[in-house]
């Protein structure tokens, strides 16, 4: 939610044989040796630590400040415009409140606006602000004084939560976790008011009486600009955002654990299915009901244990839908299920060996996330039914084979911190599989950062058995597979200059059943700079300039991809984002090599009243038909726009299009646009206040083909609509009632009609008992 404070990895990037795996890995062994002798340089100029008083009367959480418990609550009066401002006074005067008690954390933050009118919120589902949109304030916590990790605890105006975790070894804020807290706003004609008051039970920390804790407050005011506001400075060119955070002490007699809450569930559907065609009639079975329970236990303040007992992993929302036409590779869907994300940070290394997604039907799972000193755990097994889809990489592209056998799922991952900002770990990742087939994976990472500078990077080995499945996977003989992936990188950034080149080397044999590794059996270079001008009094606040180069060649040798490119990215007045780069690459598709011109743009703006937020994407150019083996012109459009008509009723718009239009001339084809693929989904919420809300999606997915074109056969039209219909009840992201329906209808016949697929109603209710 703090997107424009700092630069990391995630803004920069867009998108012959050796005899023995240890000379093909020895480059990043080498490096992985340099990085874990270096000491952590001369640290950032510590903040004086603030002292947090103990509340001595009572709180009630409505949204005012006059209850006895705020009037010796420590006050934070001074703040800082870290954005589109260098850490200036701000426009308009905020205070935070900050105090405990023997159970609970309260923050308390008074924004003032010299026009209250001005001030911009919507009613929501939890996590449903926007940092272009919405008025909003919170904390973020470093409980564990790591310097790595914070808890994002954030309200809007309408007291709309947002929770989430950020990690500053990996760049990510994520905000799949949900945490038990409370909050109240009001607005009233000096501004707007929030207060929160969070349970330890829902913090993670060492001891009853921690040292200190890393904590910072926030403010996000979009106007003509997006503002924001921290309760201390945020310097530029600093390649960490946690290790920034201000100091606290004076928390004693905190709570030493042994809190439990356990979720049982029940739900109830009843599903049709088109079992003789699409166009037949929709058959139903005799409905069906399921239980299971979800238990947290924290034995104490800094340990979690997770049980699922026949967890529910299904989803009451749909994923959205992505373009797959002409794409070579598996395309990433995040994480949503409660059961996966206690210390989800610890999941994320350098190698994306561990995508939980992977885990599809669980009979059980158990899982263990702590801290002991300067190290961090987390083990999860589960045992797994099968259902789903493994991907099988290559260098050139990846596919699938289904996964219909059971297995049992480990993984764990150890980290020990040194330094300021530095760790070392070990990850390791195993799933049995009946019948003898296995995939094991393990190896260390580890990450050294200084002030200015970030080094980064992995090892892993894996050993394979394939299921001796080929009629499920060609590759699926019960064969052997053994091999490597490395990755390394090193960042370097300043206030104006930044730096960036990683380096690959993926095995052909290397697999990660339980992680998301779409490409195997090449090495890839990448470099990237950047300077960047921070203009005053102009349309945009912020200008990076940047190029960049990629190479990418197969284990032999052989060349898969080459790119030059350039461009520049802007933040500007109505909160807008710019980002054009025009690209010259080459790229392998079996044995030819084909050179690509494109313009890639990114454009993004705020408006006022009715359309709050609209932003454009894609690209313009050349574009190789990967499935004919041939180079054609042609263009991605992607259209997002968020239009709020009330403050009660929020409605998301994606409109997405690509097409390729292709001049087969040398194989007797008539020239034309081989395809035009389209996604259409519009998302509206209309939320009675802040635990009922009721949700419509309406989704469509469609391929046209020229039939002409191609050099095979295809389908003429191929697709799908799907709708969702949700009324839900929370008290809380485990005590809810779901109500639903949910209908499918795919693409039949030559017209391209939609007809009737499958049509399910279900029923959920969750309850947590705490303790």
Same mark, same amino acid.
């Given at each position: 939610?703090?997107?424009y404070?700092?630069?990391?990895k995630a803004?920069f990037?867009?998108?012959r044989?050796?005899?023995t795996?240890?000379r093909?890995?020895l480059?990043?062994?080498l490096?992985?040796?340099c990085?874990?002798?270096?000491h $952590?340089?001369e640290?950032?100029?510590a903040?004086?630590?603030?002292?947090?008083?103990r509340?001595t009367?009572?709180?009630?959480?409505?949204g005012? +400040?006059?209850?006895?418990?705020?009037?010796?609550a420590?006050?934070?009066?001074t703040w800082? #415009?870290t954005?589109?401002g260098?850490n200036?006074e701000p426009?308009?005067k905020t205070i935070?409140?900050?105090?405990y008690?023997?159970?609970? /954390?309260?923050?308390?933050?008074d924004?003032?606006d010299?026009?209250p009118?001005?001030?911009r919120s919507a009613f929501?589902d939890h996590?449903? &602000?926007s940092?272009n949109?919405?008025?909003?304030?919170?904390?973020i916590?470093?409980?564990?004084?790591?310097?790595?990790t914070?808890y994002l605890?954030?309200?809007?105006a309408?007291?709309?939560?947002?929770d989430?975790v950020?990690d500053?070894?990996?760049?990510?804020?994520?905000?799949?976790p949900?945490?038990?807290w409370?909050?109240a706003?009001k607005?009233?004609?000096?501004g707007?008011?929030?207060?929160?008051r &969070?349970?330890?039970?829902s913090?993670? !920390?060492s001891g009853s009486?921690?040292?200190?804790?890393g904590?910072i407050?926030y403010?996000?005011m979009?106007r003509?600009?997006r503002y924001q506001?921290?309760s201390?400075?945020l310097?530029?060119?600093?390649n960490c955002f946690?290790c920034?955070?201000?100091k606290?002490?004076g928390l #004693?007699?905190?709570?030493?654990g042994?809190?439990?809450?356990?979720a049982?569930?029940v739900?109830?559907?009843?599903t049709g299915?088109?079992?003789?065609g *699409?166009?037949? @009639?929709?058959a139903?079975g005799?409905?069906a009901?399921n239980?299971?329970?979800d238990?947290?236990?924290?034995p104490?303040a800094?340990t979690?244990?997770?049980?699922a007992?026949?967890?529910d992993?299904?989803?009451?929302?749909?994923?959205?839908?992505?373009?797959s036409?002409?794409?070579?590779f598996?395309?990433?869907?995040p994480?949503?299920? @409660?059961?996966?994300? #206690?210390?989800t940070e610890?999941?994320?290394?350098p190698i994306? $060996?561990v !995508?939980?997604?992977t885990i599809t039907q669980?009979?059980?799972?158990l899982r263990?996330?702590g801290?002991?000193?300067k190290?961090?755990?987390?083990?999860?097994?589960?045992?797994?039914r099968?259902?789903?889809?493994i991907?099988?990489p290559?260098?050139?592209g990846s596919n699938?084979?289904?996964?219909d056998f059971?297995s049992t799922v480990?993984?764990?991952?150890?980290?020990?911190?040194?330094?300021k900002?530095?760790?070392?770990s070990?990850l390791?990742?195993?799933r049995?599989? $009946?019948?003898?087939?296995?995939?094991r994976?393990i190896?260390?990472d580890?990450?050294w950062k200084?002030?200015?500078?970030?080094l980064t990077?992995? *090892?892993l080995f894996?050993?394979?058995?394939?299921p001796?499945r080929?009629d499920?996977a060609d590759?699926?003989?019960?064969?052997?597979l053994?091999?490597?992936?490395?990755?390394?990188?090193y960042?370097h950034q300043?206030?104006t200059n930044?730096f960036?080149?990683e380096?690959?080397? !993926?095995?052909?044999?290397f697999?990660?059943?339980?992680?998301?590794v779409p490409?195997?059996?090449?090495?890839?270079s990448?470099t990237e700079?950047g300077h960047?001008f921070?203009?005053?009094d102009?349309?945009f606040s912020r200008?990076?300039?940047f190029?960049m180069?990629?190479?990418?060649a197969?284990?032999d040798?052989?060349?898969?991809?080459?790119?030059i490119?350039g461009?520049f990215?802007a933040d500007g007045k109505y909160r807008?984002?710019?980002?054009l780069?025009?690209?010259y690459d080459?790229?392998?598709?079996g044995?030819?090599?084909?050179?690509?011109h494109q313009?890639l743009y990114?454009?993004?703006f705020g408006?006022k009243?009715? +359309?709050q /937020?609209?932003g454009?994407?894609g690209w313009?150019?050349?574009?190789?038909?990967?499935a004919n083996?041939?180079?054609?012109?042609?263009?991605?459009?992607?259209?997002n726009?968020?239009?709020?008509p009330?403050?009660?009723?929020?409605?998301?718009?994606?409109?997405d299009?690509?097409?390729?239009?292709?001049? @087969?001339?040398?194989?007797? *084809?008539?020239?034309g646009?081989l395809?035009l693929a389209q996604?259409?989904r519009i998302?509206?919420?209309?939320?009675?206040?802040s635990?009922?809300f009721?949700?419509a999606?309406?989704?469509?997915q469609?391929?046209?083909?020229n039939?002409?074109?191609y050099t095979f056969?295809?389908s003429?039209?191929?697709?799908?609509l799907a709708?969702?219909?949700?009324?839900?009840y929370?008290v809380n992201?485990?005590? +809810?009632?779901?109500l639903?329906?949910?209908d499918?209808?795919?693409v039949?016949?030559?017209e391209?009609?939609?007809?009737?697929s499958?049509?399910?109603? /279900?029923?959920k209710?969750?309850?947590?008992f705490?303790r």
């Open positions: 939610m703090y997107e404070v700092r630069m990391t803004n990037r867009e998108r044989s050796s005899q795996i240890m093909r890995a480059p990043v062994c490096l992985l040796l990085a874990l002798t270096l $952590a340089q640290a950032a100029n903040l004086p630590a603030t002292h947090i008083n509340t009367g009572s709180i009630t959480i409505d005012t +400040l006059n209850d006895p418990g705020w009037q010796n420590t006050k934070y009066e800082y #415009e954005n589109p260098d200036i426009k308009q935070g409140y900050v105090t008690d023997d159970h609970f /954390f309260y923050v308390a933050i924004s003032f010299t026009t009118s001005n001030i929501a996590d449903g &602000i940092g949109i919405d008025d909003y304030a919170g904390p916590i470093d409980t564990r004084n790591d310097g790595k914070g605890f954030l309200v809007n309408h007291n709309v939560q947002y989430a950020t500053d070894t990996s760049g990510n804020e994520d905000n799949s949900d945490f038990y409370d909050s706003t607005i009233d004609n000096h707007w008011i929030v207060e929160m &969070i349970p330890f039970s913090l993670r !920390y009486n921690p040292a200190q804790w904590l407050l403010r996000n979009p003509d600009r506001m921290f201390n400075k310097p530029r060119g600093k946690v920034s955070y201000g606290i002490t #004693e007699g905190l709570p030493a042994g809190h439990i809450v356990a049982p569930y739900t109830a559907r009843s299915i088109a079992q003789d *699409l166009g037949q @009639p929709l139903y005799n409905g009901m239980a299971g329970m238990v947290k236990w924290t104490n800094d979690a244990i997770d049980a007992i026949n967890p992993f299904s989803q009451v929302e749909s994923d959205v839908a992505a373009i036409t002409n794409q070579r598996a395309i990433f869907f994480e949503k299920r @409660p059961f996966f994300l #206690e210390g610890l999941f994320t290394t994306q $060996a !995508y939980t997604r669980p009979r059980w799972g263990s996330t801290k002991f000193g190290d961090a755990y987390t083990v999860l097994v589960a045992d797994d099968g259902g789903g889809s991907i099988l290559s260098a050139q699938f084979a289904d996964q059971r480990f993984i764990g991952r150890e980290r020990h911190d040194f330094g900002n530095s760790y070392v070990v390791a990742s195993m049995e599989e $009946a019948g003898g087939s296995h995939n994976v190896g260390p580890f990450q200084g002030e200015h500078d970030t990077g992995q *090892l894996s050993d394979s058995r394939t001796n080929p499920l590759e699926w003989t019960g064969q052997k053994r091999s490597y992936a490395g990755y390394i990188w960042q300043t206030r930044d960036y080149s380096y690959k080397n !993926y095995g052909d044999e697999r990660a059943d339980n992680g998301f490409q195997v059996g090449y090495r890839s990448y700079t960047t921070y203009p005053k102009k349309f200008i990076r300039v190029g180069g990629q190479y990418d197969d284990q040798g052989a060349m898969l991809y080459r790119l490119s461009g990215g807008s984002f710019t980002r780069r025009y690209a080459k790229i392998r598709n044995d030819t090599v084909f050179g690509r313009l990114n454009v993004q408006l009243h009715i +359309l /937020f609209i454009f994407s313009v150019g050349q574009e190789v038909d990967f083996n041939r180079l054609g012109t042609g263009a991605d459009v992607a259209i726009a968020t239009v709020r009330t403050d009660h009723l929020d409605i998301g718009i994606t409109e299009r690509r097409w390729l239009h292709v001049n @087969p001339r040398s194989e007797g *084809l008539p020239e646009t395809f996604v259409e998302r509206a919420v209309y939320t009675f206040n635990r009922m009721v949700r999606i309406l989704q469509n469609r391929t046209n083909r039939e002409n074109l056969g295809v003429h039209h191929s697709g799908s709708t969702q219909l949700l009324a839900a929370k992201w485990q005590t +809810l009632v779901y639903g329906i949910g499918l209808r795919e039949t016949g030559r391209g009609d939609f007809e009737p499958s049509r399910q109603v /279900f029923m209710l969750s309850y947590a705490q």
